[in-house]
């Protein structure tokens, strides 16, 4: 299985801040890789897909970046309703695997 | 609009087993795929298996021989079934839809329903 290590595990960050969250896999997974964002007691939320395409109705201030086996999030301009935990997927390869997470908080 | 809601009981008994429901509207089982997705509370996401749009199935290898998924497309669910349940199962399972086609992932999913092994 494709393992994906997620960093950092934890960020605090405030208002109007720009923010990176990396996402590295232990293979090359053709930029097959997405971001969700998901809120205390929500189902996740699909933001990227094929590493860098925005999903329909994510705010422009979301992008996503990168190739082979190294990704990244990044959130511009922080925005309180922005604060959740954000996860990583590769899906090049069944089992589609994620990133253990990454707890987003104010500063 | 596109929706999926889960169903089943939220308490299973050790070593009985598990049966959710995963009802859908808005599109049709023969044109998206549906997968199944656990997450323990405060912990990561595992992808469980997928049923295709021509109803055959993959599973995640570690839960292979335990789980099953099935559906109903003239009542637009998807079933799933694992047997012998133990605590390390207590997690909140999702279905979510595939974006598009094969090899995508997740644009909508359920809101989940939560499961406790319990005696």
């Known amino acids: 299985d494709i393992r994906m290590t997620q960093s950092p595990a934890s960020l605090s960050a405030s208002l109007g801040e720009t923010v990176n969250i990396e996402c590295l896999a232990s293979e090359d997974i053709y930029s097959d890789l997405a971001w969700y964002q998901q809120k205390p007691g929500k189902s996740p939320q699909l933001l990227i897909y094929n590493a860098n395409s925005l999903q329909n109705g994510v705010p422009s201030r979301f992008s996503g970046s990168g190739s082979g086996t190294q990704y990244s999030l990044k959130i511009n301009s922080l925005q309180s309703e922005d604060v959740a935990t954000y996860f990583c997927?590769?899906?090049?390869?069944?089992?589609?695997?994620f990133g253990a997470g990454t707890k987003l908080e104010l500063k | 609009q596109v929706q999926l809601k889960e169903s089943g009981p939220g308490l299973v008994q050790p070593s009985q087993t598990l049966s959710l429901t995963c009802t859908v509207s808005?599109?049709?089982?023969?044109?998206?795929?549906v997968h199944w997705v656990r997450q323990p509370t405060g912990k990561g996401l595992e992808w469980m298996g997928v049923?295709?749009?021509?109803?055959?199935?993959d599973y995640n290898s570690a839960l292979k021989s335990r789980l099953s998924i099935s559906r109903d497309t003239s009542k637009s669910q998807v079933f799933l079934k694992m047997n012998s349940l133990q605590t390390e199962d207590i997690a909140t399972y999702y279905c979510?839809?595939?974006?598009?086609?094969?090899?995508?992932?997740?644009?909508?999913w359920g809101q989940g329903v939560m499961v406790t092994v319990s005696s």
């Open positions: 979510a839809r595939e974006l598009n086609s094969s090899y995508m992932p997740f644009d909508y």
């Open positions: 997927q590769q899906y090049n390869n069944y089992p589609n695997t």
């Open positions: 049923i295709w749009t021509g109803g055959s199935t």
């Open positions: 808005g599109f049709s089982l023969t044109s998206y795929n």
